[in-house]
Protein backbone atom coordinates (compact mmCIF):
# COMPACT_ATOMS: atom_id res chain seq x y z
CA UNK A 1 0.00 0.00 0.00
CA UNK A 2 1.31 2.99 -1.06
CA UNK A 3 0.82 6.20 1.16
CA UNK A 4 1.27 9.61 0.06
CA UNK A 5 1.81 12.19 2.85
CA UNK A 6 1.59 15.99 2.62
CA UNK A 7 0.50 19.16 4.51
CA UNK A 8 0.21 22.50 4.54
CA UNK A 9 2.64 23.97 6.45
CA UNK A 10 5.75 22.98 5.02
CA UNK A 11 7.78 20.23 4.18
CA UNK A 12 9.68 20.18 7.69
CA UNK A 13 6.54 20.74 10.58
CA UNK A 14 6.89 18.21 13.04
CA UNK A 15 3.08 17.30 12.37
CA UNK A 16 4.06 16.18 8.51
CA UNK A 17 6.37 14.00 10.41
CA UNK A 18 4.65 12.39 13.33
CA UNK A 19 2.24 11.41 10.82
CA UNK A 20 4.93 10.21 8.25
CA UNK A 21 5.92 7.90 11.32
CA UNK A 22 2.52 6.97 12.21
CA UNK A 23 2.12 5.78 8.41
CA UNK A 24 5.20 3.64 8.16
CA UNK A 25 4.39 1.55 11.43
CA UNK A 26 1.30 0.37 9.14
CA UNK A 27 2.39 -3.55 7.87
CA UNK A 28 2.89 -3.37 4.55
CA UNK A 29 3.03 -0.26 3.86
CA UNK A 30 5.03 2.48 1.65
CA UNK A 31 5.02 5.55 2.13
CA UNK A 32 6.13 9.26 0.18
CA UNK A 33 6.03 12.59 1.31
CA UNK A 34 5.89 15.11 -1.05
CA UNK A 35 4.93 18.88 0.53
CA UNK A 36 5.51 22.81 -0.21
CA UNK A 37 8.67 23.97 1.24
CA UNK A 38 6.94 26.52 2.79
CA UNK A 39 3.71 27.39 4.65
CA UNK A 40 0.65 27.88 2.35
CA UNK A 41 -2.24 27.74 5.25
CA UNK A 42 -5.68 29.28 4.47
CA UNK A 43 -4.70 29.48 0.31
CA UNK A 44 -7.23 27.04 -0.49
CA UNK A 45 -7.59 24.76 -3.91
CA UNK A 46 -4.96 26.14 -6.04
CA UNK A 47 -4.13 24.57 -9.51
CA UNK A 48 -0.11 26.20 -10.45
CA UNK A 49 -0.46 26.26 -14.19
CA UNK A 50 1.10 29.88 -14.91
CA UNK A 51 4.52 28.92 -13.59
CA UNK A 52 6.88 25.55 -13.96
CA UNK A 53 6.98 23.81 -10.51
CA UNK A 54 10.27 22.60 -8.94
CA UNK A 55 10.21 19.18 -7.13
CA UNK A 56 13.44 18.36 -4.94
CA UNK A 57 14.89 16.10 -2.37
CA UNK A 58 15.47 17.11 1.31
CA UNK A 59 15.64 15.19 4.64
CA UNK A 60 13.69 15.37 7.77
CA UNK A 61 14.32 15.51 11.25
CA UNK A 62 14.89 12.03 11.89
CA UNK A 63 16.36 10.89 8.68
CA UNK A 64 13.70 10.28 6.22
CA UNK A 65 14.14 10.91 2.58
CA UNK A 66 11.29 13.36 1.23
CA UNK A 67 9.86 15.59 -1.72
CA UNK A 68 9.36 19.26 -1.30
CA UNK A 69 7.76 21.41 -4.20
CA UNK A 70 7.52 25.40 -4.47
CA UNK A 71 3.93 24.52 -5.53
CA UNK A 72 0.83 24.34 -3.30
CA UNK A 73 -0.29 21.82 -0.98
CA UNK A 74 -2.85 20.42 -4.12
CA UNK A 75 -0.01 20.60 -6.46
CA UNK A 76 1.94 18.73 -4.42
CA UNK A 77 -0.97 15.74 -4.37
CA UNK A 78 -1.54 16.56 -8.32
CA UNK A 79 2.24 16.47 -9.16
CA UNK A 80 2.66 13.13 -7.32
CA UNK A 81 -1.22 11.47 -8.90
CA UNK A 82 0.00 12.63 -12.24
CA UNK A 83 3.30 10.57 -12.38
CA UNK A 84 5.96 12.57 -10.77
CA UNK A 85 5.85 9.25 -8.29
CA UNK A 86 6.06 6.50 -9.97
CA UNK A 87 4.36 4.01 -8.28
CA UNK A 88 0.46 4.31 -8.28
CA UNK A 89 -0.73 5.86 -4.55
CA UNK A 90 -3.38 4.09 -2.39
CA UNK A 91 -4.39 6.73 0.17
CA UNK A 92 -3.07 10.59 0.49
CA UNK A 93 -2.91 11.61 4.16
CA UNK A 94 -2.53 15.23 4.71
CA UNK A 95 -1.76 17.27 7.95
CA UNK A 96 -1.09 17.19 10.55
CA UNK A 97 -2.15 20.71 10.85
CA UNK A 98 -1.33 22.34 14.01
CA UNK A 99 -4.69 23.99 14.08
CA UNK A 100 -8.49 22.74 13.59
CA UNK A 101 -10.22 22.74 10.60
CA UNK A 102 -13.78 22.84 11.17
CA UNK A 103 -17.07 24.63 9.77
CA UNK A 104 -15.89 27.00 7.10
CA UNK A 105 -12.86 26.40 7.29
CA UNK A 106 -12.12 23.61 5.05
CA UNK A 107 -12.29 25.36 1.76
CA UNK A 108 -10.44 27.51 2.69
CA UNK A 109 -7.46 25.00 4.55
CA UNK A 110 -4.81 23.84 2.67
CA UNK A 111 -4.67 20.59 4.36
CA UNK A 112 -8.40 19.85 3.73
CA UNK A 113 -7.79 21.08 0.05
CA UNK A 114 -5.06 18.84 -0.56
CA UNK A 115 -7.27 15.34 0.15
CA UNK A 116 -9.84 17.30 -2.39
CA UNK A 117 -7.19 17.06 -5.22
CA UNK A 118 -7.02 13.47 -3.95
CA UNK A 119 -10.53 12.49 -4.41
CA UNK A 120 -10.80 14.35 -7.46
CA UNK A 121 -8.46 12.46 -8.76
CA UNK A 122 -9.98 9.35 -7.31
CA UNK A 123 -7.63 8.39 -4.70
CA UNK A 124 -8.80 8.20 -1.20
CA UNK A 125 -7.94 10.83 0.99
CA UNK A 126 -8.24 11.78 4.85
CA UNK A 127 -7.13 15.39 6.51
CA UNK A 128 -5.89 15.91 9.81
CA UNK A 129 -5.76 18.44 12.34
CA UNK A 130 -5.05 18.91 15.74
CA UNK A 131 -7.04 21.22 18.16
CA UNK A 132 -4.10 22.53 20.58
CA UNK A 133 -6.25 25.14 22.23
CA UNK A 134 -3.32 27.45 22.92
CA UNK A 135 -0.55 24.87 23.46
CA UNK A 136 2.56 25.71 22.05
CA UNK A 137 2.55 23.91 18.80
CA UNK A 138 6.57 23.81 19.65
CA UNK A 139 5.64 21.60 22.68
CA UNK A 140 2.69 20.25 21.84
CA UNK A 141 2.29 16.01 21.59
CA UNK A 142 1.47 14.91 18.19
CA UNK A 143 1.64 11.57 18.85
CA UNK A 144 -2.15 10.63 19.73
CA UNK A 145 -3.54 12.26 16.94
CA UNK A 146 -1.02 10.83 14.56
CA UNK A 147 -1.82 7.05 16.46
CA UNK A 148 -6.07 8.09 15.17
CA UNK A 149 -4.77 8.92 11.88
CA UNK A 150 -2.90 5.72 11.45
CA UNK A 151 -6.35 3.69 12.79
CA UNK A 152 -8.59 5.44 10.33
CA UNK A 153 -5.80 4.99 7.24
CA UNK A 154 -5.95 1.36 8.48
CA UNK A 155 -10.02 1.60 8.05
CA UNK A 156 -9.76 3.49 5.09
CA UNK A 157 -7.69 1.24 3.31
CA UNK A 158 -9.45 -1.95 3.92
CA UNK A 159 -13.00 -0.23 3.47
CA UNK A 160 -12.34 2.32 0.84
CA UNK A 161 -14.30 5.56 0.92
CA UNK A 162 -17.26 6.51 -1.15
CA UNK A 163 -16.35 7.84 -4.57
CA UNK A 164 -16.12 11.45 -4.03
CA UNK A 165 -15.71 11.64 -0.66
CA UNK A 166 -12.92 12.51 1.73
CA UNK A 167 -12.64 12.66 5.35
CA UNK A 168 -11.53 15.41 7.27
CA UNK A 169 -9.87 14.43 10.95
CA UNK A 170 -10.13 16.60 13.86
CA UNK A 171 -8.23 15.50 17.13
CA UNK A 172 -8.19 17.71 20.52
CA UNK A 173 -4.74 17.59 21.54
CA UNK A 174 -5.13 15.62 25.28
CA UNK A 175 -2.80 12.84 25.98
CA UNK A 176 -3.97 9.64 24.38
CA UNK A 177 -5.66 7.98 27.80
CA UNK A 178 -7.46 11.45 27.80
CA UNK A 179 -8.72 11.53 24.52
CA UNK A 180 -12.57 11.12 24.12
CA UNK A 181 -14.43 8.91 21.29
CA UNK A 182 -14.12 8.74 17.02
CA UNK A 183 -17.53 10.46 16.12
CA UNK A 184 -19.08 11.08 12.84
CA UNK A 185 -19.92 14.70 12.41
CA UNK A 186 -20.90 17.17 9.99
CA UNK A 187 -19.60 20.88 9.54
CA UNK A 188 -20.27 22.64 12.67
CA UNK A 189 -20.75 27.18 12.22
CA UNK A 190 -17.55 28.72 12.60
CA UNK A 191 -17.69 32.17 13.97
CA UNK A 192 -14.90 34.83 12.11
CA UNK A 193 -13.60 37.22 14.29
CA UNK A 194 -11.34 39.48 11.90
CA UNK A 195 -11.08 43.14 11.99
CA UNK A 196 -9.75 45.33 8.96
CA UNK A 197 -6.37 46.72 9.80
CA UNK A 198 -5.58 50.13 8.49
CA UNK A 199 -2.22 51.32 9.11
CA UNK A 200 -0.22 54.15 7.22
CA UNK A 201 3.64 52.86 5.65
CA UNK A 202 6.49 55.39 6.02
CA UNK A 203 4.97 57.48 2.73
CA UNK A 204 1.81 57.60 4.57
CA UNK A 205 0.17 55.20 1.93
CA UNK A 206 -2.07 52.97 3.79
CA UNK A 207 -2.32 49.49 3.92
CA UNK A 208 -4.38 46.45 5.06
CA UNK A 209 -4.32 43.39 7.69
CA UNK A 210 -6.55 41.16 8.92
CA UNK A 211 -6.45 41.71 12.08
CA UNK A 212 -9.43 40.85 14.93
CA UNK A 213 -9.40 37.58 17.35
CA UNK A 214 -9.14 33.81 16.45
CA UNK A 215 -12.22 31.86 15.17
CA UNK A 216 -14.80 30.66 17.69
CA UNK A 217 -17.55 28.85 16.69
CA UNK A 218 -20.71 26.96 18.28
CA UNK A 219 -20.25 23.86 20.05
CA UNK A 220 -23.45 22.13 18.78
CA UNK A 221 -24.14 18.55 18.94
CA UNK A 222 -23.33 16.14 16.35
CA UNK A 223 -20.92 18.88 14.68
CA UNK A 224 -16.97 18.80 14.44
CA UNK A 225 -16.99 22.01 16.98
CA UNK A 226 -19.02 19.96 19.42
CA UNK A 227 -17.01 17.01 19.20
CA UNK A 228 -13.88 18.96 19.56
CA UNK A 229 -15.43 21.16 22.67
CA UNK A 230 -15.95 17.50 24.33
CA UNK A 231 -12.22 16.39 23.74
CA UNK A 232 -14.07 13.76 21.59
CA UNK A 233 -12.39 12.66 17.44
CA UNK A 234 -14.17 14.53 14.80
CA UNK A 235 -14.22 12.70 11.89
CA UNK A 236 -16.25 14.37 9.09
CA UNK A 237 -17.31 13.40 5.88
CA UNK A 238 -16.76 15.66 3.25
CA UNK A 239 -18.08 15.43 -0.34
CA UNK A 240 -17.00 17.19 -3.82
CA UNK A 241 -20.77 17.84 -4.71
CA UNK A 242 -21.45 21.14 -3.36
CA UNK A 243 -24.81 21.14 -5.29
CA UNK A 244 -27.76 22.68 -2.71
CA UNK A 245 -30.47 20.51 -3.69
CA UNK A 246 -32.32 21.21 -0.90
CA UNK A 247 -32.48 25.17 -2.46
CA UNK A 248 -34.04 24.36 -5.65
CA UNK A 249 -37.40 24.49 -4.72
CA UNK A 250 -37.31 28.20 -3.51
CA UNK A 251 -35.37 29.18 -6.50
CA UNK A 252 -37.92 28.04 -9.44
CA UNK A 253 -38.28 31.61 -10.05
CA UNK A 254 -34.96 31.76 -11.58
CA UNK A 255 -35.91 29.41 -14.41
CA UNK A 256 -38.63 31.61 -15.78
CA UNK A 257 -35.79 34.59 -16.55
CA UNK A 258 -34.52 35.55 -19.94
CA UNK A 259 -37.84 34.88 -21.87
CA UNK A 260 -38.40 38.43 -23.37
CA UNK B 1 -28.65 48.29 -3.16
CA UNK B 2 -25.32 48.59 -2.97
CA UNK B 3 -23.58 45.86 -5.27
CA UNK B 4 -20.02 44.71 -5.11
CA UNK B 5 -18.58 43.22 -8.26
CA UNK B 6 -15.34 41.32 -8.41
CA UNK B 7 -13.58 38.57 -10.83
CA UNK B 8 -10.72 36.35 -10.80
CA UNK B 9 -8.62 37.43 -13.99
CA UNK B 10 -7.95 41.12 -12.92
CA UNK B 11 -9.84 44.43 -12.92
CA UNK B 12 -9.09 45.82 -16.55
CA UNK B 13 -10.53 42.19 -17.37
CA UNK B 14 -13.58 43.13 -20.21
CA UNK B 15 -15.57 40.34 -18.39
CA UNK B 16 -15.56 42.38 -15.21
CA UNK B 17 -16.49 45.87 -17.16
CA UNK B 18 -19.62 44.26 -18.95
CA UNK B 19 -20.87 43.01 -15.48
CA UNK B 20 -20.28 45.81 -14.02
CA UNK B 21 -22.10 48.04 -16.59
CA UNK B 22 -25.06 45.76 -16.61
CA UNK B 23 -25.17 45.78 -12.73
CA UNK B 24 -25.26 50.08 -13.30
CA UNK B 25 -28.73 49.29 -15.29
CA UNK B 26 -30.37 48.09 -12.40
CA UNK B 27 -32.52 50.89 -11.11
CA UNK B 28 -31.42 52.07 -7.20
CA UNK B 29 -28.14 50.26 -7.60
CA UNK B 30 -24.78 51.54 -6.54
CA UNK B 31 -22.17 49.81 -7.72
CA UNK B 32 -18.55 49.37 -5.77
CA UNK B 33 -15.87 47.62 -7.98
CA UNK B 34 -12.62 46.11 -6.15
CA UNK B 35 -10.77 43.16 -7.68
CA UNK B 36 -7.34 41.91 -8.49
CA UNK B 37 -4.80 43.65 -10.26
CA UNK B 38 -3.56 40.58 -11.56
CA UNK B 39 -5.15 37.06 -12.94
CA UNK B 40 -5.81 34.52 -10.20
CA UNK B 41 -7.50 31.87 -11.70
CA UNK B 42 -7.67 28.41 -10.45
CA UNK B 43 -6.17 29.95 -7.08
CA UNK B 44 -8.96 28.60 -4.59
CA UNK B 45 -10.10 30.19 -1.37
CA UNK B 46 -7.64 32.37 0.07
CA UNK B 47 -7.77 34.72 2.81
CA UNK B 48 -3.91 36.33 2.71
CA UNK B 49 -2.87 36.15 6.47
CA UNK B 50 0.81 36.82 5.87
CA UNK B 51 1.50 39.76 4.20
CA UNK B 52 -0.60 43.05 4.32
CA UNK B 53 -3.12 43.48 1.28
CA UNK B 54 -2.59 47.58 -0.82
CA UNK B 55 -5.86 48.93 -2.58
CA UNK B 56 -5.02 51.65 -4.94
CA UNK B 57 -8.14 53.88 -7.73
CA UNK B 58 -7.88 52.25 -11.11
CA UNK B 59 -9.93 53.59 -13.81
CA UNK B 60 -11.74 50.87 -16.42
CA UNK B 61 -11.81 51.37 -19.83
CA UNK B 62 -15.12 52.84 -20.16
CA UNK B 63 -13.79 55.33 -17.25
CA UNK B 64 -15.52 54.01 -14.55
CA UNK B 65 -13.42 54.04 -11.24
CA UNK B 66 -12.79 50.50 -9.57
CA UNK B 67 -10.41 49.71 -6.94
CA UNK B 68 -7.85 47.44 -7.65
CA UNK B 69 -5.82 45.09 -5.12
CA UNK B 70 -2.96 42.83 -4.39
CA UNK B 71 -5.03 40.17 -2.95
CA UNK B 72 -7.13 37.52 -3.86
CA UNK B 73 -10.59 37.47 -5.21
CA UNK B 74 -11.73 36.25 -2.36
CA UNK B 75 -9.52 39.12 -0.36
CA UNK B 76 -11.24 41.63 -2.32
CA UNK B 77 -14.71 40.64 -0.67
CA UNK B 78 -13.42 40.25 2.55
CA UNK B 79 -11.84 43.66 2.42
CA UNK B 80 -14.77 44.95 1.58
CA UNK B 81 -17.25 43.33 3.51
CA UNK B 82 -15.19 44.35 6.72
CA UNK B 83 -15.29 48.04 6.15
CA UNK B 84 -12.99 48.69 3.15
CA UNK B 85 -16.50 50.25 2.07
CA UNK B 86 -18.33 52.33 4.12
CA UNK B 87 -22.11 51.11 2.99
CA UNK B 88 -23.20 48.12 3.29
CA UNK B 89 -23.00 45.35 0.22
CA UNK B 90 -26.15 43.60 -0.43
CA UNK B 91 -25.04 41.52 -3.40
CA UNK B 92 -21.35 40.56 -4.75
CA UNK B 93 -21.43 39.36 -8.29
CA UNK B 94 -17.98 37.77 -9.20
CA UNK B 95 -17.37 37.54 -13.13
CA UNK B 96 -17.70 36.93 -16.05
CA UNK B 97 -15.22 34.16 -16.22
CA UNK B 98 -13.81 33.98 -19.76
CA UNK B 99 -14.66 29.97 -19.07
CA UNK B 100 -17.01 28.01 -17.75
CA UNK B 101 -16.82 27.26 -13.72
CA UNK B 102 -18.54 23.66 -13.73
CA UNK B 103 -18.15 20.70 -11.33
CA UNK B 104 -15.34 20.26 -9.90
CA UNK B 105 -14.04 23.42 -11.11
CA UNK B 106 -15.55 24.84 -8.20
CA UNK B 107 -13.30 24.92 -5.68
CA UNK B 108 -10.29 25.85 -7.80
CA UNK B 109 -12.10 28.73 -9.13
CA UNK B 110 -11.30 32.32 -8.23
CA UNK B 111 -14.55 33.81 -9.33
CA UNK B 112 -16.92 31.34 -7.49
CA UNK B 113 -14.38 31.64 -3.93
CA UNK B 114 -14.86 34.97 -4.17
CA UNK B 115 -18.65 34.20 -3.99
CA UNK B 116 -17.90 31.86 -1.25
CA UNK B 117 -16.11 34.32 0.66
CA UNK B 118 -19.38 36.62 0.63
CA UNK B 119 -21.86 34.00 1.42
CA UNK B 120 -19.37 32.85 4.78
CA UNK B 121 -19.99 36.55 5.75
CA UNK B 122 -23.72 36.48 4.86
CA UNK B 123 -23.97 38.36 1.97
CA UNK B 124 -25.98 36.52 -1.44
CA UNK B 125 -23.67 35.94 -4.15
CA UNK B 126 -23.50 35.20 -7.67
CA UNK B 127 -20.74 34.20 -9.80
CA UNK B 128 -20.55 34.10 -14.15
CA UNK B 129 -18.79 32.29 -16.04
CA UNK B 130 -18.88 32.27 -19.55
CA UNK B 131 -18.61 29.25 -21.77
CA UNK B 132 -16.60 30.73 -25.24
CA UNK B 133 -15.77 27.28 -26.56
CA UNK B 134 -12.54 28.48 -28.46
CA UNK B 135 -14.13 31.88 -29.62
CA UNK B 136 -11.19 34.28 -28.83
CA UNK B 137 -11.38 36.05 -25.95
CA UNK B 138 -10.95 39.50 -26.95
CA UNK B 139 -13.84 39.39 -29.74
CA UNK B 140 -16.05 37.47 -27.46
CA UNK B 141 -19.39 39.31 -26.31
CA UNK B 142 -19.66 39.20 -23.02
CA UNK B 143 -23.27 41.32 -23.35
CA UNK B 144 -25.79 38.47 -23.36
CA UNK B 145 -23.74 36.73 -20.39
CA UNK B 146 -24.00 40.43 -18.35
CA UNK B 147 -27.53 40.59 -19.66
CA UNK B 148 -28.83 37.34 -17.82
CA UNK B 149 -26.70 38.04 -14.68
CA UNK B 150 -28.40 41.11 -14.70
CA UNK B 151 -31.91 39.81 -14.42
CA UNK B 152 -30.79 37.18 -12.06
CA UNK B 153 -29.09 40.07 -9.58
CA UNK B 154 -32.30 41.55 -10.56
CA UNK B 155 -34.66 38.19 -8.87
CA UNK B 156 -32.12 37.93 -6.03
CA UNK B 157 -31.76 41.44 -4.24
CA UNK B 158 -35.46 41.23 -4.49
CA UNK B 159 -36.35 37.16 -3.00
CA UNK B 160 -33.06 36.73 -1.38
CA UNK B 161 -31.23 33.17 -1.19
CA UNK B 162 -31.14 30.56 1.32
CA UNK B 163 -28.57 31.37 4.21
CA UNK B 164 -25.07 29.84 3.26
CA UNK B 165 -26.13 29.26 -0.63
CA UNK B 166 -24.45 30.96 -3.88
CA UNK B 167 -25.58 30.55 -7.39
CA UNK B 168 -22.85 29.55 -10.02
CA UNK B 169 -24.35 30.90 -13.30
CA UNK B 170 -22.60 29.70 -16.65
CA UNK B 171 -23.66 31.24 -20.01
CA UNK B 172 -22.95 29.87 -23.34
CA UNK B 173 -21.67 32.56 -25.27
CA UNK B 174 -24.57 33.00 -28.17
CA UNK B 175 -25.81 35.83 -29.26
CA UNK B 176 -28.88 36.32 -26.88
CA UNK B 177 -31.63 35.40 -29.50
CA UNK B 178 -29.89 32.00 -29.58
CA UNK B 179 -29.15 31.28 -25.71
CA UNK B 180 -31.48 28.74 -24.43
CA UNK B 181 -33.41 28.62 -20.96
CA UNK B 182 -32.30 29.57 -17.57
CA UNK B 183 -31.73 26.06 -16.40
CA UNK B 184 -31.30 25.03 -12.25
CA UNK B 185 -28.90 22.33 -12.32
CA UNK B 186 -26.54 20.23 -10.36
CA UNK B 187 -22.60 20.02 -10.78
CA UNK B 188 -21.94 17.86 -13.59
CA UNK B 189 -19.06 15.57 -14.25
CA UNK B 190 -16.07 17.07 -14.83
CA UNK B 191 -13.03 15.20 -16.83
CA UNK B 192 -9.27 16.61 -16.23
CA UNK B 193 -6.89 15.58 -19.09
CA UNK B 194 -3.99 17.35 -17.50
CA UNK B 195 -0.74 15.24 -18.12
CA UNK B 196 2.95 15.99 -16.09
CA UNK B 197 5.38 18.16 -18.68
CA UNK B 198 8.50 17.76 -17.43
CA UNK B 199 11.53 19.86 -18.94
CA UNK B 200 15.49 20.56 -18.06
CA UNK B 201 16.35 24.15 -17.81
CA UNK B 202 19.67 25.46 -18.72
CA UNK B 203 21.53 23.66 -15.87
CA UNK B 204 19.61 20.08 -16.70
CA UNK B 205 17.84 20.45 -13.55
CA UNK B 206 14.06 19.25 -14.14
CA UNK B 207 11.10 21.65 -13.62
CA UNK B 208 7.28 20.17 -14.36
CA UNK B 209 4.14 22.15 -16.03
CA UNK B 210 1.02 21.32 -16.19
CA UNK B 211 0.06 20.16 -19.71
CA UNK B 212 -2.25 17.83 -21.91
CA UNK B 213 -5.54 19.25 -23.17
CA UNK B 214 -8.69 21.39 -21.70
CA UNK B 215 -10.71 19.44 -19.33
CA UNK B 216 -14.47 17.99 -21.11
CA UNK B 217 -17.17 16.73 -19.29
CA UNK B 218 -20.46 14.52 -19.31
CA UNK B 219 -23.15 16.40 -20.21
CA UNK B 220 -25.79 14.46 -18.41
CA UNK B 221 -29.21 15.55 -18.05
CA UNK B 222 -29.51 18.16 -15.08
CA UNK B 223 -26.36 18.91 -14.83
CA UNK B 224 -24.29 22.23 -15.74
CA UNK B 225 -22.27 20.78 -17.90
CA UNK B 226 -25.54 19.30 -19.82
CA UNK B 227 -26.93 22.67 -19.55
CA UNK B 228 -24.44 24.55 -21.59
CA UNK B 229 -24.09 21.60 -24.03
CA UNK B 230 -27.46 22.36 -25.05
CA UNK B 231 -26.68 26.05 -25.15
CA UNK B 232 -29.20 26.74 -22.31
CA UNK B 233 -28.29 28.94 -18.99
CA UNK B 234 -26.74 26.84 -16.22
CA UNK B 235 -27.77 27.93 -12.91
CA UNK B 236 -26.42 26.17 -9.92
CA UNK B 237 -27.15 26.21 -6.58
CA UNK B 238 -23.78 25.69 -4.40
CA UNK B 239 -24.17 24.96 -0.47
CA UNK B 240 -21.12 25.97 1.59
CA UNK B 241 -22.08 22.47 3.76
CA UNK B 242 -20.05 20.22 2.04
CA UNK B 243 -21.09 17.58 4.93
CA UNK B 244 -21.40 14.16 3.00
CA UNK B 245 -24.60 12.90 5.12
CA UNK B 246 -25.30 10.04 3.11
CA UNK B 247 -21.50 8.49 3.52
CA UNK B 248 -22.27 8.09 7.22
CA UNK B 249 -23.94 4.66 7.28
CA UNK B 250 -20.67 3.41 5.37
CA UNK B 251 -18.39 5.01 7.92
CA UNK B 252 -19.98 3.77 10.89
CA UNK B 253 -17.17 1.60 11.52
CA UNK B 254 -15.04 4.44 12.31
CA UNK B 255 -16.74 5.37 15.46
CA UNK B 256 -15.43 2.09 16.78
CA UNK B 257 -12.16 3.01 16.42
CA UNK B 258 -9.86 4.72 19.15
CA UNK B 259 -10.94 2.08 21.30
CA UNK B 260 -8.11 -0.04 22.68
Known amino acids: MHILVTNDDGVTARGLLALAQAMRKIPGSQV ?43 DCVSLALLGLLEQPVDLVVSGINPNPNVGHDVTYSGTVTAAMEAVIAGVPAIAVSLDRRGQDEAQVDYGPAAEIARQISVWVLEHGLPPEVLLNVNVPALPAEALGRVRLTRLGKRIYRDQLVRRLDPAGRPYYWYGGEEPTGVPEEGTDIGALARGEVSVTPLQMDMTAQGAWHKLAGLEKLGQA
Not at 61 to 68: E, F, Q, S, V, Y
Request: hydrophobic share 40%; aromatic share 6%.
Open 32 to 74: SILAPHRNWSITGHVKTFDRPLRVWEVRLADGTRALASDGAPS
